[in-house]
T-cell receptor
Framework: NAGVTQTPKFRILKIGQSMTLQCTQD?????MYWYRQDPGMGLKLIYYSVGAGITDKGEVPNGYNVSRSTTEDFPLRLELAAPSQTSVYFC?????????????FGQGTRLTVV | DQQVKQNSPSLSVQEGRISILNCDYT??????FLWYKKYPAEGPTFLISISSIKDKNEDGRFTVFLNKSAKHLSLHIVPSQPGDSAVYFC?????????FGAGTRLTVKP
């Protein structure tokens, strides 16, 4: 069972470049999330989605965009990379029915903007 | 604003003793609370959860307590083992989003 898969694992971007962080899950979960974790800090919610075609902003959405065209995929787009976006990014998914509220996380993408 | 707070960045305990990790929240709309464990270079993994209608949930060595009036929850690990050494995140959920605390690094010494 693959669970939540993120690609790439590492990436170095120059200021102003753009990139897409990929996230896919094979558990048929309806809820998906993007978080960032800065050094010594907790996870901050960037965007989330409650199903295909539906996305909403979290705590720190500025500088990012998302789309959810399928249940499985939830890519995160950085249009104009800035040093403040240097972070580790985690994608997660959950089923959100009854007691099944735990989220499953990918291994993370470590992004450095120079 | 920080809706979920873990005020202790680190905790060190002796193997076999109890570890108590604390978490406070501000949003009374949260209906589920969860604890995640994270090792370096890995994503967080789910440990245990509790619904807002309960005040205690146990799973083996792990017990989570919820005090709604104080907006406080805690994770007890008994007995603590060296393999428990990791960063523990408290999370709170109000459908549909989920917010995390800053984490507490637990070190269990042999």
């Amino acid at each position: 069972n693959a669970g939540v898969t993120q690609t790439p694992k590492f990436r170095i971007l120059k200021i102003g470049q753009s990139m897409t962080l990929q996230c896919t899950q094979d558990m048929n979960h309806n809820y998906m999330y993007w978080y960032r974790q800065d050094p010594g800090m907790g996870l901050k919610l960037i965007y989330y989605s409650v199903g295909a075609g539906i996305t909403d902003k979290g705590e720190v959405p500025n500088g990012y965009n998302v789309s959810r065209s399928t249940t499985e995929d939830f890519p995160l787009r950085l249009e104009l990379a800035a040093p403040s976006q240097t972070s580790v990014y985690f994608c997660a998914s959950s089923h959100r029915q009854g007691m099944n509220t735990e989220a499953f996380f990918g291994q993370g993408t470590r992004l450095t903007v120079v | 604003d920080q809706q979920v707070k873990q005020n202790s960045p680190s905790l060190s305990v002796q193997e076999g003793r109890i570890s108590i990790l604390n978490c406070d929240y501000t949003n009374s709309m949260f209906d589920y609370f969860l604890w995640y464990k994270k090792y370096p270079a890995e994503g967080p993994t789910f440990l245990i959860s509790i619904s807002s209608i309960k005040d205690k949930n146990e799973d083996g060595r792990f017990t989570v307590f919820l005090n709604k009036s104080a907006k406080h929850l805690s994770l007890h690990i008994v007995p603590s083992q060296p393999g428990d050494s990791a960063v523990y995140f408290c999370a709170a959920s109000a459908t549909p989003d989920m917010r995390f605390g800053a984490g507490t690094r637990l070190t269990v010494k042999p």
